[in-house]
């Protein structure tokens, strides 16, 4: 078990230097992070809106974090390329976040062409029933791409590294919480890039 924490402490402090220098994307992932735990306490009551949370505001505000605000060009504080990161990225790196929202938007698309999904639901007769449908998919994804992923770094490294990602992934939650709450209040006083990021493990 030590090991697996270990490979787990590594794998978040490698994140956390690689991919998190903004203070705005800290402060989205902050958002991003506070709105998944309110869909992880949905999902006991209601999956599909568990899910529209967590697609419709933690996905996006975390994404358009990495997407928009985090510097792409040469990282000097940990002396490593934009495209070394992209290499070495043990999750999802940019190039697979981009084909994972591409399929998060076709969803929509897919229900509203085809309201039974090739025989999957029950033709929607209403607004409702169409955002449930959509919801209830991306429900799949969401769960799909966890799973897709984790089975490939089996084969990619080995099955600790890949169960080791799936809690990360499935944690990152509370870990973001817990190191980005003052993110908001640093970028309040202009500072747009975290000056300690990569200093202390």
């Known amino acids: 078990m030590k090991d697996f924490f270990d490979a787990l402490q ?10 998190h220098h903004s203070r705005i994307n800290q402060t989205l992932h902050l958002v991003s992070a506070i ?3 309110i869909a992880y306490v949905m999902l006991w009551f209601d999956p599909v809106i568990s899910a529209l949370i967590a697609w419709l ?3 996006t ?12 060009g040469y990282d000097h504080v940990n002396q490593a390329t ?15 976040k981009v084909v ?28 409702v029933g169409y955002i449930r449908h959509v919801g209830t998919l ?27 990602w799936a809690t990360k992934i499935l944690t990152d939650p509370f870990h973001d919480i817990k190191l980005y709450h003052k993110a ?12 300690g990021v990569g200093q202390h493990r």
């Open 35 to 37: 709105s998944f735990v």
């Open 184 to 195: 908001p209040f640093y970028l309040l006083k202009g500072q747009l890039i975290d000056p």
């Open 10 to 19: 590594t794998q978040r402090w490698d994140d956390h230097r690689y991919y």
């Open 100 to 127: 994972l929202m591409a399929l998060w938007a076709l969803v929509p698309v897919l229900v509203w062409i085809d309201p039974s999904v090739l025989g999957l639901f029950e033709p929607h007769h209403d607004n």
């Open 61 to 72: 505000s975390r994404q358009a974090g990495h997407f928009f605000f985090e510097p792409k």
């Open 138 to 164: 991306w429900l799949g994804l969401g769960i799909g791409g966890l799973l897709f992923r984790t089975v490939h770094l089996f084969f990619l490294q080995d099955i600790q590294t890949g169960l080791v």
């Open 57 to 59: 505001v933690s996905m």
């Open 82 to 96: 934009h495209e070394y990161k992209e290499d070495i990225k043990v999750g999802y790196n940019l190039r697979r």
